[in-house]
Nanobody, 122 residues
């Protein structure tokens, strides 16, 4: 089991910056990768970014070049957001994915944080 706690959301003006943090606890050694998703009002949750144990990263096209995902040795994961736009307004969720069972055919489990609100408005 993995528990996730996000922090760092808030209200920011367009063009501003915010840094989100996600602190995992529990069986962190089982985490294969971590990511960030977001959900705007009336919309489905969408992928934002993910980072693998080896440091490889993926980004949604809408945030590439503006957002940076990173992690530290304790597997705390960060999302640095710059040049924020009103359309970035959403609840941001941290995700952890763990693998178990056979390395050749693992069973993947997902864990989610409670979410943190990011509002971009003047």
């Amino acid at each position: 089991q993995v528990q996730l706690v996000e922090s760092g959301g808030g209200l920011v003006q367009p063009g501003g910056s915010l840094r989100l943090s996600c602190a995992p606890s529990g069986s962190v050694f089982t985490i294969s990768y971590m990511g960030w998703y977001r959900q705007a009002p009336g919309k489905q949750r969408e992928f934002v970014a993910r980072i693998f144990s080896d440091g490889n990263v993926n980004y949604h096209d809408s945030v590439r070049g503006r957002f940076t995902i990173s992690k530290d040795n304790a597997k705390n994961t960060y999302l640095q957001m710059k040049q924020l736009k009103p359309e970035d307004t959403a609840v941001y969720y941290c995700q952890a994915v763990t693998g178990r069972g056979s390395p050749s055919s693992p069973t993947w489990d997902e864990y989610w944080g409670q979410g943190t609100q990011v509002t971009v408005s003047s």
